[in-house]
């Protein structure tokens, strides 16, 4: 009889675990949704596998498994999905780069400019990108769609270089410039001046591309260089923004707000539209109606200081200073000082004290 009544209790234990653990194992995502595909996690508006996990179809991902097992995220049929970012309001992706290549006789033998028009909702990062051209006798020019804008770069050199991370990419070897903000779409070209006839011994090929600068590594790219199956890609950020509307026109719209409860609807650096992010004193995901949680401030003393008595509310914290002190407990907690004479007479009753008694009796204790 008690066995069987241990057995009962430790099924009722296991059925609540698993409630707890099933109502908070995906915070980031709708449930019943799937939480990440392969190492790269995705979080609601984004969303895979349903279209109802996406907020709308600018979100909705594709997660494709091989025959290994391997599970791929494509932010679009040609670009792997690598890093989506709530905090930043970015996805990384991988962009194959433009190339070509010639011949010792100057022959182009292969070449590609790479030409991509991104959705609404996004827009190429200005302050994280730049465009990346390699090779000994390349030219590479990036314009927009709508050709209202271009930049280019030259890189030349008579010898071979070593290109390395630190590598200054000043124009030998290598060149860099930047691009404009609000970017939707972007045409690479790439060129050669003199068919790389006098460098194909060392660089037989050029590249072009646009680069997180954060990532960029030129060691990948040795001027000894050759295309390789739709593996010559580069990371690059891309900008997202809920909606492209104010936050006011938004929030006067509550069926299409995209902000969830306890948060605030904030612009983004670009100028494209608006995003969400959680109130001061919550955390989670601004997205979901209730991605917004209270934060605990008492369960993390090491980021929210408290020299007192801590106390959770709703958004915030209190902290009260210790009988015999005074403060905000926030700042800082002083003892108080009791002039020599004028303690209270309930303190004679109390033997060992550790409040702030200073001169009132030797028999306290500090």
């Known amino acids: 009889m008690i066995l069987q009544k ?42 895979i596998g349903e279209q109802r996990c996406a907020m709308n179809e600018n979100f909705f991902l594709n997660c494709t498994s091989t025959d290994d097992g391997h599970h791929e995220l494509w932010f679009r049929e040609d670009m792997p999905a690598r890093n989506i970012s709530l905090l930043n309001g970015t996805v990384t992706v991988g962009i194959l780069a433009s190339f070509d290549c010639y011949d010792k006789s100057g022959g182009q033998s292969r070449l590609f400019n790479q030409s991509i028009s991104l959705g609404p909702a996004y827009t190429f990062s200005d302050s994280r990108n730049m465009l990346t051209a390699v090779g000994c006798d390349t030219a590479a020019t990036v314009t927009n769609k709508e050709e209202t804008f271009g930049a280019a770069c030259f890189s030349f050199c008579t010898g071979n270089v070593t290109m390395s991370k630190n590598n200054s990419c000043l124009g030998s070897g290598c060149c860099q410039t930047s691009i404009p903000k609000g970017l939707k779409s972007l045409d ?20 072009a591309f646009l680069e997180d ?19 010559d890609t580069s990371n690059v950020v891309i900008e ?9 026109n938004a929030r006067a719209n509550k069926s299409s707000y995209a902000c969830g409860i306890n948060t605030n609807c904030y612009y983004s650096d670009n100028g494209q539209g608006y995003r969400c992010a959680c ?20 369960e993390y ?30 700042g800082g907690c002083q003892f108080n000082t009791i002039i020599a004479g004028k303690c209270p007479l309930h303190f004679s009753s109390i033997p ?14 500090f």
């Open 188 to 207: 690479i070209t790439i060129e050669s001046f003199n068919n790389h006839e006098d460098v194909s011994a060392f660089n037989p090929c050029g590249f």
């Open 240 to 248: 997202w923004v809920a909606q492209n509307e104010t936050c006011e």
């Open 352 to 365: 060992v004290v550790a409040i702030g008694c200073f001169d009132c009796f030797q028999s306290c204790i």
């Open 6 to 47: 241990r057995r009962v209790f430790l099924v009722m234990m296991l059925l609540l675990v698993a409630a707890v653990t099933g109502a908070t194992a995906n915070p980031d995502v709708r449930d019943g949704c799937q939480e990440r595909c392969g190492d790269v996690i995705v979080p609601y508006p984004f969303g």
């Open 301 to 330: 003393p090491e980021k929210y200081t408290c020299y007192g008595k801590c106390h959770n509310t709703i958004g915030n914290y209190e902290c009260k200073c210790f009988l015999g002190m005074r403060g905000d407990g926030k």
């Open 213 to 231: 600068k954060d990532s960029l590594d030129l060691s990948d790219w040795p001027l000894s260089r050759t295309p390789k199956q739709n593996n």
């Open 279 to 298: 109130n001061a004193g919550f955390e989670g995901n601004p997205y979901l109606e209730q991605g917004c949680q209270d934060i605990d401030e008492c």
